[in-house]
Structures are given as C-alpha cells and as structure tokens.
T-cell receptor, first 113, second 115 residues
C-alpha cells in the first residue's frame, strides 16, 4: 500500500471554471476527510465520509463545492465556478478509526487565475 | 470556542540544540491532542497524540510532548535537533466534542535549523 494518493498534484484554472480533484485513500480505511490549507495557515476541515456516507460538512464548504465517495473507496471534490479565493492546497486524509492516526496525501495545489 | 493556538510563527535553532514548540488549547473538557509535521511538498505526518493517561507522550523521530492542564498547553520537545527536522509543525485538536478526526489545527510553527 502506497498511502493516500491525490490527483492532480497541481491545477491551474481560470476563474469561473469547474475543477475536480480525486483522492484514493488507504484501501482498508473507511473514513475519509478533506481539508483545505492556505499559505501560512494550518489545514481547515471541509468534510468527512464514513464509507460512502458524507456525515459532516463545514461551513467552509459552500454550495459551489461538492464531494462524493460513491462506493466507499475513492473520493472526488468538485468546485464549480471557481473564484480566486479558492486558491489553496486541498488535502485528503484517511483513517481506520475515529480518533486514530490520520494519513494525509500530498495534496492538490489549486491556483485560480 | 474550542481551539488550539501556536504562538510562534517561526523558530530557528542550531543543530544539536534542544527544541520546544508551544501549543495552547481552549477546551471545556480534557481534549485529545496531536502534533503533525509537514515537510515541503509532503503531506502531514503524525508525530504523536495524547488521549488520556500519562501526560508525557513519546512520538516518532525522538519527539515528545507534555500535556499540562494547569497551563492549557501541549508543548512539543526534542532534546537535540537534526537538520532534517526543519519543517512546519502543527498542533491539532477536535473541532467539537466527539468530533473524532475532524480536527482544528493551529496556524503552525516553521522550524529552521542552523548548521
């Protein structure tokens, strides 16, 4: 197992375009999390899945954002009508229990021009 | 509000010197707390975690942290820093009661190591 994988590593887009990121968690992990990190800040929680169910969404996740985990394995995060303020590193993490070790991917760096 | 704060944005230490990174928390009940490290271009890696019991917690890479309820602190320490420890360090705790791994992170402390 190679850990949590995120694609793409970098994404540059123009304002108003839609983007989609993919996260492949560690295969035996049923819990999956999305965080966002802006320059000079700590990660901020976006959303949480247990298996295919999205159980929690933060207020940061506006209606332009949608996340899915259709078969309880990989997850996608889509941002519609991107804005410059969406520029950030989007981090995915997975875990096998509720208060255990989070395994983070290397993230997708989004730049909105 | 439940939160963790890291008062120091940057810290520079000489290689071989001791290190202490500060983390303060604000929680009603005893929280569970974590320290993560992020190297450039890498994902965050868990250094150590505190849930309950012994207030001195040992982690990977020679790091330890001490939970002090009286000071609302969970400071990270290392007796002798190596150049490879240069990275950004984050303290984290739960966003809310029973939040599991839905964490709130401090702003981070960037550690630079002088040769």
């Amino acid at each position: 197992d190679t850990g949590v994988s995120q694609n793409p590593r970098h994404k540059i887009t123009k304002r108003g375009q839609n983007v989609t990121f993919r996260c492949d968690p560690i295969s035996e992990h049923n819990r999956l999390y999305w965080y966002r990190q802006t320059l000079g800040q700590g990660p901020e929680f976006l959303t949480y899945f247990q298996n295919e169910a999205q159980l929690e969404k933060s207020r940061l996740l506006s209606d332009r954002f949608s996340a899915e985990r259709p078969k309880g394995s990989f997850s996608t995060l889509e941002i519609q009508r991107t804005e410059q303020g969406d520029s950030a590193m989007y981090l995915c993490a997975s875990s096998s229990d509720s208060r255990g070790k989070l395994f983070f991917g290397s993230g997708t760096q989004l730049s909105v021009l | 509000a439940q939160s963790v704060t890291q008062p120091d944005i940057h810290i520079t230490v000489s290689e071989g010197a001791s290190l202490e990174l500060r983390c303060n928390y604000s929680y009603g009940a005893t929280p569970y707390l974590f320290w993560y490290v992020q190297s450039p271009g890498q994902g965050l890696q868990l250094l150590l975690k505190y849930f309950s019991g012994d207030t001195l917690v040992q982690g990977i890479k020679g790091f330890e942290a001490e939970f002090k309820r009286s000071q609302s602190s969970f400071n990270l320490r290392k007796p002798s820093v190596h150049w490879s420890d240069a990275a950004e360090y984050f303290c984290a705790g739960p966003r809310a009661n029973n939040a599991g791994n839905m964490l709130t992170f401090g702003g981070g402390t960037r550690l630079m190591v002088k040769p």
